[in-house]
């Protein structure tokens, strides 16, 4: 799927009407297909409340479109990667209670921003679009299978959202297209997020922690935040926060807080370094845009907060644990009736404990390796891939032109240890490392680096 931003202009004639609603949208209606489908959509009932699956052989997704069209769940490999607060599992609270800070089902959402509630151009919180049902059409069985929520108006902020959610048949990739809609009649402008809380205890919602867990972006090399981060609450000196080759992590440590990321690399990640699962999420990022607050990406941890409260001082109610990884759009105005939207790709795997980075084939944990040795090329690295396939080095001979060869096959369930020696040519120079699917399609490189020369290391100690 290529990443997009999309803006719609207005149907000035049904402003109001959803009839214009297909014409403001990308993905078409298909047909379900006459075979058999690899990928399935069928409503059940999860948890207690009403949902509709999608599912694939690698990945499960549970959707609930009366609690604010939530994704609520993504099951892969037999692992849950969402939170779920198990106060409320099963429960849909009226949108007339008291306190929207109470209805947090957990899950994935969508939210707008800025928040606050200052003036008009702040989202207050809550309310249709964060809580109120979403009605879902299924728009396609078979190669890929598709739905659509489409959510109320919010007259507070005048917009609505819609979200097609898809997964292909034979991958564990899940595709997002989400709108926002102007549905006032005057131009108005926001930013649309992307809000996804994960675990970060186990079981969910208890009070095990796992101290495993982080969250990862990449640092913007002229980042407009000192440090190339923001923390905007909690304690500036947490030590939940470091900087290292380029990257930003934050480590859940029971301190609430939020920090703010202007990274332009159009990814983050959500490592569980206690099993090793990890979801890297892709948006793109427009680094001519304006985002808000100048942040493409937060990271908001629930726990104590810090100073505590005062002696009878009311505070919300504790959340989690959990760690909320977020996306943001870039501000855009929108016309009365127009729209614009923000795509999105989740990619779930396994690996080891270490995240370093990612590329658009996997997660790399220890990074590749190559070492030329009298027994042979050993290559060496350690991954979590985004797709079944094969692994094959492309070996580079300078100007005498290069050769592939074929290294081990490779599943996203299944972290991957690469530690082999190839009898390759003695003049090669560079080795990159490509995921080639099951369908014969380069997904690209995992890694690429120049042949390290020891001749005295022997092909013995190199294993």
């Known amino acids: 799927m290529q990443f997009a931003f999309a803006r719609t202009k207005p149907w000035f004639s049904a402003l109001l009407s959803s009839m214009a609603l297909p014409a403001l949208l990308s993905l078409p209606v298909q047909c379900q297909a006459k075979s058999s489908p690899a990928c399935q959509v069928h409503a059940t009932n999860y948890l207690g409340w009403k949902a509709e699956e999608l599912s694939n052989p690698w990945v499960r997704l549970e959707i609930v479109p009366q609690i604010g069209g939530r994704l609520i769940q993504v099951a892969f490999g037999g692992h849950d990667f969402l939170y779920i607060n198990p106060l409320l599992q099963g429960q849909v609270i009226p949108l007339a209670s008291k306190g929207y800070g109470d209805r947090n089902y957990g899950g994935d959402k969508i939210w707008p921003l800025p928040e606050g509630n200052q003036d008009e151009q702040h989202w207050s919180g809550g309310g249709n679009l964060d809580d109120a049902p979403f009605t879902l059409q299924v728009l396609s069985i078979g190669p890929r299978c598709a739905v659509r929520l489409t959510g109320p108006v919010d007259p507070e902020i005048g917009q609505r959202y819609i979200r097609d959610i898809s997964i292909g048949a034979d991958t564990p990739v899940i595709s997002f297209h989400v709108v926002m809609q102007n549905m006032s009649g005057y131009p108005r402008t926001w930013s649309e997020q992307t809000i996804t809380e994960y675990p970060t205890s186990h079981p969910a919602g208890s009070d095990n922690?796992?101290?495993?867990?982080?969250?990862?972006?990449?640092?913007?090399?002229?980042?407009?935040?000192?440090?190339?981060?923001?923390?905007?609450?909690?304690?500036?000196?947490?030590?939940?926060?470091?900087?290292?080759?380029?990257s930003f992590r934050v480590h859940w440590n029971n301190i609430m807080q939020e920090v703010w990321i202007d990274s332009q690399s159009g990814w983050l990640a959500a490592v569980d370094g206690s099993n090793g699962y990890t979801m890297v999420e892709r948006h793109r990022v427009d680094p001519k845009a304006v985002y808000p607050g100048k942040a493409s990406v937060i990271f908001y941890s629930t726990g104590e907060p810090t100073p505590p409260p005062a002696k009878g001082q009311t505070t919300e109610p504790r959340e989690g644990p959990f760690v909320e990884a977020e996306m943001n759009s870039p501000m855009v105005e929108l016309a009365p009736g127009e729209s614009y939207a923000m795509?999105?790709?989740?990619?779930?795997?396994?690996?080891?404990?270490?995240?370093?980075?990612?590329?658009?084939?996997?997660?790399?944990?220890?990074?590749?390796?190559a070492t030329a040795t009298p027994g042979g090329l050993v290559l060496a690295g350690s991954f979590g891939v985004f797709y079944a396939g094969d692994l094959v080095a492309h070996l580079y001979y300078g100007g005498d032109g290069g050769s592939t060869a074929k290294l081990m096959s490779v599943v996203p369930t299944e972290p991957v240890h690469l530690h082999t020696i190839l009898q390759a040519?003695?003049?090669?120079?560079?080795?990159?490392?490509?995921?080639?699917?099951?369908?014969?399609?380069d997904r690209g490189p995992l890694g690429e680096v120049q042949v390290l020369q020891t001749p005295s290391t022997d092909g013995a100690n190199a294993r």
């Open 209 to 246: 922690f796992n101290t495993k867990f982080w969250g990862v972006t990449e640092v913007n090399p002229a980042s407009a935040y000192l440090n190339g981060y923001h923390v905007r609450t909690g304690p500036a000196d947490n030590p939940a926060f470091t900087v290292q080759d380029g």
């Open 343 to 369: 795509d999105s790709e989740w990619y779930p795997t396994r690996m080891g404990k270490d995240f370093k980075t990612t590329t658009y084939s996997g997660a790399v944990g220890t990074p590749l390796t």
């Open 425 to 441: 040519p003695t003049n090669t120079t560079r080795v990159s490392v490509h995921l080639v699917d099951s369908h014969g399609l």
